[in-house]
């Protein structure tokens, strides 16, 4: 028997937080042991990793990632090898990336090219929503065989980005309709893309091409427009289960508020980016530099409260989950697309390595508690999306993945700091945290310590997902 005891942490979830010793067989965790228990009852493990002074937590679970997106032209500049590497650094044991049927393409083929991308190349466990850009009769019959037999039980629709991965009403409503009757999840990409078009075309006319002009033409009232819609078609369609991606504004947040407090079964997800940066002192800056911030849903003015009303719609339980929407493109030749027209600029932001650290800062700073970091980064994501119990806790039967975090080291992120995403910049350039990713297992492997990558491609195996646990 393979065995490690993680000893002398504190072990906190989504409820509370205790001393205690984790003890871990092969790949799972087989007991949870009060300290100097496992001496007492003669249990001899192979491996002992001290955690003294430090929290251990589950590891990472981040529900939105784009590993080789193609998008704009160009495709997203981490691989899954790259990407998933990046994410263990950062503690995430497990990504749930987006598989992606083109309008006019047989979504089983999208799902095919997804596995192929992915297999025998990601450093920690993966799963795959499926984003459905062309909802036809073909495509609903495909969604209900993905939740039967592949695991997928989670779609992604768009409201934004016309004649790319646009879904008018009609075919969102078919789609919940369709998931309705399967038991998935839909997920919205919550803008009103028709109206934001002819705002852009409007900008661009009147010579207005700088990267800021990205978040002016996509205001905040068509996240609100757009997230009160998708409410009222998952309403109609028989309250199906909602999951409003990248919330950005106040406004958006609003009606899943007063959704949620009605009884409705919705739920938000926030990302770091709009709840740490801004169109003023990020998109807006000097020259084409503020390429590096463009993505959708935007950042928004610092002027408004919408980094506030996240930070309070997390302690609220508003927000669900913190995901990362991690979707990097270099400035050379990726970025650049949109020099001279910002419309252009392919959309995304870098961020599956800091997540589990940038919100653990907000910790720091009084904006969350340390069980609710856990609750929204790692507990909830595996719940909503049916990777629980085996991922999101520590707990007898879960995989040992792990998280041993270090409250009183110090990570500075930077480009020349602490980066590991395949990409020519950070985002985060000059984010200091008031902690540390210490070591990472997963399933019960040592894939970070001492501030070295011990993992390798291929460990991470596909996971075939349940449906939701928040499903009523
Ligand atoms: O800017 C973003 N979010 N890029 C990725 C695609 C999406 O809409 O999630
Ligand atoms: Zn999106
Ligand atoms: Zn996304």
Known sequence: MTTTLIKGGTVVSATGRSAADVLIDGETIVALLAPGQAEAIGIAPVRTIDATGK??????VDVHTHMELPFGGTAASDTFETGTTAAAWGGVTTIVDFAVQRTGERVQ???AEWHAKADGNCAIDYGFHMIIGGVDDDALKAMTYLVDN???????LFMAY???FYSD???ILRAMQNAGESGAVMMMHAENGIAIDVLIAQALARGETDPKYHSITRPAELEGEATNRAIQLAKVAGNVPLYIVHMSASEALRELAEARHRGQNVFGETCP???YLSLEDHLAQPGFEGAKWVCSTPLRTKHEHHQ??????????ELAVVSTDHCPFCMKEQKELGLGDFSKIPNGIGSVEH????????????KISLERWVETCCTTPARMFGLYPAKGVIAPGADADILIWDPNGHTSIGFEKKHHMNMDHSAWEGFEIDGKVDTVLSRGRVVVENDQFTGAKGHGKYIKRGLSQYLV
């Open 308 to 317: 506030d009303d996240l930070w309070k719609g997390l302690r609220m339980d």
């Open 109 to 111: 083929d999208g799902l």
């Open 150 to 156: 592949e695991g997928i039980t989670s779609f992604k």
């Open 355 to 366: 997540r589990m650290e940038l919100l653990y800062q907000g910790v720091v700073d009084g």
């Open 55 to 60: 929290n251990v937590v589950p590891g990472g």
């Open 273 to 275: 980016q709009y709840l």
């Open 162 to 164: 016309p004649g790319v």
């Open 169 to 171: 009403d009609g075919q």
